[in-house]
Nanobody, 127 residues
Framework: QVQLVESGGGLVQAGGSLRLSCLAS????????MGWFRQAPGKEREFVAG????????YYADSVKGRFIISRDNAKNTVSLEIDTLKPDDTAVYYC????????????????????WGQGTQVTVSS
């Protein structure tokens, strides 16, 4: 059974930083693409960042480029999202997702590109 467990969310003032982590189990983590999405109240879930199986390729939504950094540690089955210069618009539930295809060449940016999802971690940015 695949499990993705996010952690690291919280309440932060604008301009602050956070590091989100996702611990994966039940899949061959080192072989799959991982992604981070977020969903703000009343809005659709949107792609934030993705990283390929080796960590050698990353992709970001335009809205977060330069502020978000995705990374992975295949030895620890974790993927992280470092968020700098937080803005109130970053307030959302952040979800970790895994693509079950192994050694995928593309980093998906849609929710349908991913097969497994975590429960999410809340990030709230106060102004």
């Amino acid at each position: 059974q695949v499990q993705l467990v996010e952690s690291g969310g919280g309440l932060v003032q604008a301009g602050g930083s956070l590091r989100l982590s996702c611990l994966a189990s039940g899949l061959t983590f080192s072989m799959v693409t991982m992604g981070w999405f977020r969903q703000a109240p009343g809005k659709e879930r949107e792609f934030v960042a993705g990283i390929n199986w080796s960590g050698g390729n990353t992709y970001y939504a335009d809205s977060v480029k330069g502020r978000f950094i995705i990374s992975r540690d295949n030895a620890k089955n974790t993927v992280s999202l470092e968020i700098d210069t937080l803005k109130p618009d970053d307030t959302a539930v952040y979800y970790c997702a895994a693509d079950r295809k192994t050694f995928g060449r593309m980093i998906g940016t849609t929710t349908t590109s991913y097969d497994y999802w975590g429960q999410g971690t809340q990030v709230t940015v106060s102004s």
